[in-house]
């Protein structure tokens, strides 16, 4: 069984920047994912991590603003987000897949899903 725990949302003015982490516990994942859903709208991809060949893969908003990666002594995975903007105002999952090694942008390839963080960017 695995859990995934996020922690680092908050509140941040329009420029700013937040970590958000991801702790896994449990079997091993082969990729590891982040998506967000903001009121009204459909959970949408964000950024997503392999652990087979460390590739990684970014929605095109956040391309040069967002960064994923991996904290081995910490088995979490990161989401550095720089430069935020108002429309990045969402919740923010984790998604753990144990499967596909590939950095997707599918939700159906995760099998498992952290409680969600909320992001505030105000203007």
């Known amino acids: 069984q695995v859990q995934l725990v996020e922690s680092g949302g908050g509140l941040v003015q329009a420029g700013g920047s937040l970590i958000l982490s991801c702790a896994a516990s449990?079997?091993?994942?082969?990729?590891m994912g982040w998506f967000r859903q903001a009121p009204g709208k459909e959970r949408e991809f964000v950024a997503a991590?392999?652990?087979?060949?460390?590739?990684?893969a970014y929605a095109d908003s956040v391309k040069g603003r967002f960064t994923i990666s991996r904290d081995n002594a910490k088995n979490t995975v990161n989401l550095q987000m720089n430069s935020l903007k108002p429309e990045d105002t969402a919740v923010y999952y984790c998604?753990?897949?144990?499967?596909?090694?590939?950095?997707?942008?599918?939700?159906?390839?995760?099998?498992?899903w952290g409680q969600g963080t909320q992001v505030t960017v105000s203007s």
């Open positions: 998604a753990g897949g144990s499967t596909y090694y590939r950095a997707s942008d599918q939700s159906g390839e995760y099998d498992v």
């Open positions: 449990g079997r091993t994942l082969t990729n």
């Open positions: 991590f392999s652990w087979r060949g460390r590739s990684t």
